[in-house]
């Protein structure tokens, strides 16, 4: 009884945390969306019309002008996601707010060291995976889920998607969906094509599978390792109101992204950016 309480509390918490809002007030994750512009809506033919509950008159009149809305109650909203024609690229929202996002982990030699950064500022971030990352280190997943970080998806090895065929893009998200939901307990809600290639089929697929493309704005090539100073001041240079920045936790020796984030972090929030995660528009 009282264990079944406390995991109440626990998913509750998680999916506050989740939800944004929440957990960091009113100063959250309320009001920032992503910014993009071209897409189109998803063509599903398992979405129900209007419906002719919704059109039926309690009782007709001509006196009587039809209702906006339906009678009874409520809809749910339909899940809705766009397919894009370019991915996100910054995010929108009050006051100066900016997304840390980790791609290609997780990586038990990096990822660690992140999360307690991240958790000793009480910032929420990004965490791109790849499938079979994840696979192997199912409980850093856990952990970010727990600490109220996003994951999103970035294929299951990380191959270039734009030589693949749609059945193979296909297969490297759906694998990579399945054991996000496994380990960290919900599908993820955002993709990220490995290298920034995005095709027709990455977003169509991405839209089906109910994830949002987001690349970032700010690259600070970490990747190339150019040293822990020329990382710090990538991001400094690049600071402004809606800026992703894009950082590694894998793939590599990541030594010099950990210490950067240990130096530019708490520069950003002494400057008075509100480090955090987006929150989908559809949804
Ligand atoms: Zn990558």
Not at 58 to 79: D, E, H, I, N, V
Request: proline share 7%.
């Amino acid at each position: 009884m009282q264990k079944d309480q406390l995991l109440t509390r626990l998913l509750t918490r998680r999916r506050a945390l989740l939800s944004g809002a929440a957990a960091v007030g009113a100063a959250g994750t309320a009001g920032l969306f992503v910014l993009g512009g071209d897409a189109e809506p998803v063509r599903r033919t398992a979405t129900p019309a209007a419906g002719s509950q919704a059109r039926r008159p309690l009782k007709p009149s001509t006196y009587r002008l039809q209702p906006l809305t339906g009678y009874g109650p409520p809809q749910a909203t339909p899940r809705r996601t766009l397919v894009r024609r370019t991915p996100l690229l910054r995010v929108s929202g009050r006051g100066r707010t900016m997304v840390l996002t980790f791609d290609d982990g997780p990586d038990p030699r990096y990822t660690p060291a992140i999360l307690d950064t991240l958790a000793e500022y009480e910032v929420r971030a990004m965490f791109f995976v790849c499938g079979e990352m994840a696979a192997a280190r199912p409980d850093l997943l856990a952990r970010m889920a727990e600490e109220g970080h996003v994951v999103g998806n970035h294929t299951w090895s990380h191959p270039l998607l734009t030589r693949l065929t749609r059945g193979q893009i296909r297969s490297q998200m759906e694998r990579t969906c399945d054991i996000v939901e496994e380990a960290y307990g919900e599908r993820p809600q955002w993709f990220r094509a490995p290298y920034g290639a995005w095709n027709r089929n990455a977003f169509q697929l991405g839209a089906e599978l109910g994830m949002e493309p987001l690349a970032w704005t700010v690259d600070t090539l970490d990747w190339t390792t150019p040293g822990t100073r020329t990382i710090v001041g990538r991001v400094e240079n690049g600071a402004a109101p809606g800026v992703v920045v894009l950082s590694h936790d894998a793939g590599g020796d990541r030594s010099q992204s950990v210490h950067a984030l240990r130096d530019y972090l708490p520069q950003l929030l002494d400057a008075g950016y509100h480090v955090t995660v987006p929150r989908r528009q559809y949804a």
